[in-house]
């Protein structure tokens, strides 16, 4: 994940749109099953890694046998800071016309019903080109910031 975080850096999207990323070990890194990248921006609640962020792992094992997730979170708790649930975000992101089209653009990708989990894909991945791939699916998917941004704001 380390070599997807680089890369992601140096696309022209990352700063000019303020994203941050989190690459970590999980559970913890003494005993991890999984390496995990998470795709955030400022305001997104994320301080704690339980905000909104789209997210990716690959499991301890070979890439061929895995589906590899590609999704976005809207919390793992109960409510935003002020009291809004995850609904306050995912439902009015979901019933956007402009959102639904690209994530229907997006091949492999299943929009969600609210809740915690907007859209998500699970990818078949090689061993030899899982960075440029998940590069690849985090340059589309990262499209969806500018909406988010724009319903976070409405919260």
């Not at 809207?74 to 935003?80: A, D, E, G, N």
């Not at 989990?117 to 500018?146: C, H, Y």
């Amino acid at each position: 994940m380390q070599s997807v975080d680089a890369t992601l850096r140096k696309e022209l999207w990352f700063e000019a749109g303020k994203w941050k990323t989190l690459v970590q070990l999980w559970p913890s890194p003494e005993a991890p099953t999984c390496a995990m990248l998470q795709l955030y921006k400022d305001g997104w609640h994320n301080e704690d890694t339980c905000g909104v962020h789209i997210e990716t792992w690959l499991l301890d094992g070979p890439v061929e046998n895995q589906k590899v997730p590609v999704l976005m979170h809207v919390l793992h708790r109960k409510t935003f800071p002020g009291g809004q649930n995850a609904d306050a975000l995912s439902k009015p992101l979901l019933e956007d016309a402009e959102v639904q089209k690209l994530v229907k653009s997006w091949r492999g990708y299943k929009a969600g019903k609210g809740g915690m989990t907007p859209f998500r894909a699970n990818k078949a991945l090689k061993e030899d080109s899982v960075v440029q791939d998940l590069v690849t699916e985090l340059n589309k998917v990262q499209a969806i910031g500018m909406y988010v941004d724009r319903y976070l704001a409405a919260i």
